[in-house]
C-alpha cells in the first residue's frame, strides 16, 4: 500500500519536491530575470493542482496508518492553498523588483510554506500537524524578515519568529499531554482511547486548551493576536498578503481536524472556549480596526476579525448533526477571505511606495479619479469584507451564520457577529469614501500582474457572490473524516 | 430561459443594460452618457407600463411569477423568484416614473462624473424595482442591501458639505436594522426550510411568541427605512446633504421600502403579532406624525422642512397600514405613492431654487411669485397637495387612512386618528408657512429681482407629477381598483390572526 500511502500526499509533496528543485534551478537564473523563477513556480503550483483534481482516482482516506488524512475537506482547503499561491505569484513579481528585493529564495520559501499549509490539511496526526505547523511557519518568519535591511521588516520577522516559537511550544506542550493522557499522537487512537474510557480526561483537557491557544495564534484569535498588526505593517505586503490569508487558513484547517474528527467527545469543553475566543476577536478585531490611520494595521485587524468570524463556526459544530455543515461554511468562509483579501492587499500594493510610504489610509484620497477600475476593485473588496451583497463576502457570512444560528444557545454569539460587521463597515466604507470623496492626487503604479491579479479577484468576489453554485456545492461536500464508534 | 426573459425580469434588470452601455461610454461625452440614462430610464418606465397592461386587476394574488432554482446552499434552494400583485404594482410604476424625472432633473445639476452618477442611478433603479417585486426573502436581501450601495454614493460624492457625514450615517443606519432582519430571515429559513414568501405564508405555522420577536426584526429594518419615529435622525442628514434627484428617489421611493417591507412581510408572515403589536406601532406613528410636524415648523432650510415632512407623512402611511383594515391598508399604499410624487416633487422645486440660488434658508427668499410665476404656480399645487387639500391626491391618501385608523379593531381606539388628524392641520400651518415665505409678499432681497423662471425642461419634470396629482385626487377608483383584491386577501388573512390572538 506504499503507492496509496504516497498518493495522498503527492500534490503536497510535489510542491515540496518543486521548492528543492527551484532552489538549484534559481542559481541559474540572473539575477533581474527572477520572473522566471516566479514563472516556474507557478508551474509547479499548477502542476501540483493538476495532480491534486486527480486525487480522487490517485487515492484518498487515510494513509500512513492514519497520519495523513486525505479527505474531501483536505481536498479542498490543498486546492484552495494552491489557488492562493497562484495568486500570490503574480502579486509578489513586480513588488519584489520595485522595492529592490528581487531574490530568487522569495518564491522557493512561498512553496515551501505552501507545502507545510498542504500538509496541515491533511494532517491526521498531532505530530503531523506538528511538522505542518514549522514547514509553514519557518519560511514565513523569512518572508516576513524579506524586505531587510528595512527596520519595520526585520521587526516584524523577530517578532513573529519569537510568538511563533512561544506558540509552538505551547502547541507541543498540549501534544504531550495529549500523548500522556491517551498514549498516541493519531486521533483516531486518541478518540478511541477517550471513548473507551481509558484517557487521563484532566491532562487531556489541559492539552487541547494549549493545542486550541497555539493554533489560536496561527490564526490571529484574540488573546493570541497581538504580534498581527506589527507583523504585517513590517512584511513585504505581498508576504502580508499571503499570511493573512494562508496561514489563517491552514490554522482554521487544524483547528477543525483537530477538535471535530480528534476531540469530538470534549466538545462540551471546547466548544465555549470556542465560542467566548469568537466573540472577543470579532469585538476587538473590529473595534481596534476603526483606530487604525494605516491601510496595512487596519487590514490586519480586520484579519483578526474574520477569525472571529471563522471561530463562530468552530464553537457551532459541538455535534456530529452540526458538524459537517458548520465545517463547510467555515471553508467557504475561508475560501471568500483569500479572494478578498489578496485583492485588497493588491490595491495596498498599487498605491504603496518605497520606505513605506503611500500606506496611510488618507493617501488612498482621490484614487477615483487618477484610477478608477482601481478604486472600483476596492469598493468591492471593501463592501465584500463588510458582507454586503451582492458580494461573495455576504452569501459566506450567511451561510456562516446560518451554522451559528442552527445551533442551540448561540443566538447571540450571531447576534455579537452581525453588531461587529457593522461596526466593521464604519472602517471598511472609510477607505471607499477617501478614494471616492476626498481630493487628493495619489501616485500609484501601474503594473501588469497587479492589474490583472486586482481585475481577477475583483471579478471572482462578485460572480461568486451572484453564481456561487458549483463552488459552494464543492465546499459542502468538503467533510472531514469522522470515526464512528 | 424563454420564462426567465418575462416582463418581470426585463423590467427589473433593464437599467443594468443602460448601466452598462454608458459603463463603455467615454467620461467626457457627457452628453450622450445623459441622454443613454434619460433613455434607459424611460424605456424602464415604458416597460412598467407593458406589465400595468398585463396585469389582471381583479386577482388578488401574485402575477406574472418568475420562479426559477438560483444555487443551492446548506439545504436550501435559493430562487430566482419576482411576481407582482395590487401591494407591489404602483410601487414599481412610483419608483419607474420618478427615475426617469430625476434623471432629467439632472441635467444642469450634475456637471461633475456624469458617467459614475448615472451608472450609480441606473443601478438604484434595478435594486429599487428588484426590492419590490422579489419574492424570495434572500433574493429580497440582497435587492435591499444592494440599494445601499449606490444610493451612498449618490450622496458622498456629489452631496452638500457634509456629505462623507451624511452617507456613513444614511449606510450604519440601514445596515444596522437589516442585518437584524437577516438573522430572522435565515431563522424562518431554518424552521421552513425555504425563503420562498408565499410558501412561508402557506405554511404560516409560527408560534405567537417566536412571531413577536421576528416581527421585530423585520421590523428594525423597515422602521429604520421608513423612517419611524424614534429611529428617523439618519433622514434629515441624508435628505439635506444628497443632490436633489438622490433626495427625490430617497423620499420617493427608498423610504416606501420600508413601509412596503412592513406591508409585504410583517403583515402577512406574522400576522398574529402584528395584531397584537398594532397599537404601539399606531403609537410611535402617530408620535412620529405630530413630532415630525411641529420640527418641520421650526426649520429654516427648504430642503430640512420637506425632510422632516415625510416623517410626519410616513407616519400617516404606517397608521394606516397598522389600522389592518381595507381601508387603513389601500390608504396607506396610496399614501406611499401620494408622498412619493408631491414630496419628489417638492425636492425637485427645492432644487430648481438652489441651483439658481445656492441656498435653500427661507429667509433668503420672498415675492418669488412675481419673478417665477410658473414656478410658484406649480410649487402652490405641490404645495397644497402635501398638505392634503381635498380635490388633490394627498386628501384622498390621508382621509383614507383616518376613516380606517377610526374604525380599526386592532388599534383599539379612535384616538390614535383623532390625534392624526391634527396632523393635517399641522401639516397645513408649516407648508403654508413656507410657502408664504417664499413666494408671497414683497421682493426683499435684490439677489431674488433677476432670478430667471423655471426652463421648458424643469417643467417638463413636474408636470407628469402635477397630472398625477390631480388624477389620484379627483378620481382615485382605478388606483384603488389595482389594489383592493390583494389587500383584501391580506385583510382576510389578518381577521384570521386576530381571532387566534383573541
Redesign the interface.
Known sequence: MISHDLATVLPAGLVAGWACVLVVVDLFIPRGRKGWTALLAAAGLVAALATLLQAPALGTGPGFGGMIVADSFALFLQALFLIIGLVVVPLTVDYLRRMGIERGEYYVLLLFSLSGMMLMALAGDLVVVFLALELLSLPLYVLAGFARPRVESEESAMKYFLLGAFASALLVYGIALAYGATGSTRLEAILGSVRGGGANPRFLLVGAALILAGLGFKVAAVPFHMWTPDVYHGAPSPAAAFMSVGAKAAGFAALLRVFLSGFPELAGFWAPAAMWISAFTMAWGNVAAIAQSNIKRMLAYSSIAHAGYILMALAASAGPDLAP?AA??AVFYLLAYAVTNLGAWGVVMVVEAAEGRGLAIDDYAGL?RRRPWVALAMAVFM?SLTG???TVG??AK??L???V??APGL?WL??VG??T??VS??YY??VV?VM???PGEPETRREGWLGAVIGLTAVATIVLGL???PV??WA?QARLLTYLR | MSDLLSTLTVVTFFPLVGALVILLLPKDRTTAIRWTALATSLVTFILSLVLLSQFQAGEAGMQLVVRAPW????GWTIEYHLGVDGLSLLLVLLTTLLTVVSILSTWSAITERVK?FMLFFLLLEMGMIGVFLALDL?LF??FW??T??PM??LI??WGGER??YA??KF??YT??GS??M??AI??L??AGGTFSVPDLIAQGNIPANIQFWLFLAFAAAFAIKVPMWPLHSWLPDAHVEAPTAGSVILAGVLLKMGTYGFLRFNLTLFPQAAVQLAPWVAGFAVVGILYGAAVSYAQRDVKKLVAYSSVSHLGFVMLGLFALNAQGIQGGILQMVNHGLSTGALFLIVGMIYERRHTRELEAFGGLWKVMPIYAALTLIVTLSSMGLPGLNGFVGEFTILLGAFGSEAIGSPWFAGLAALGVILAAIYMLHMFQKMFLGPVTKDENRGLKDISAREILCLVPLVILIFWIGLYPRPFFALMSPSVDRVVAALQTAALAVR
Do not use: K
Open positions: 455543515a463547510s461554511s477615483s463592501l454586503v451583497p451582492p455576504f452569501l450567511f451561510y451564520f446560518r451554522a444560528i442552527d443566538l450571531a447576534i452581525v453588531v460587521s457593522l463597515a464604519y466604507l472609510r469614501v471616492y470623496m476626498r453564481l456561487p453554485g459552494l456545492a459542502e | 444555487f443551492r446552499v446548506a459614475e434572500f436581501y440582497v442591501e444592494f445601499l450601495v451612498y454614493f458622498g460624492i456629505r462623507m452617507a456613513i449606510f450604519l445596515m444596522a442585518i437584524l437577516l438573522l435565515l431563522w429559513g431554518l
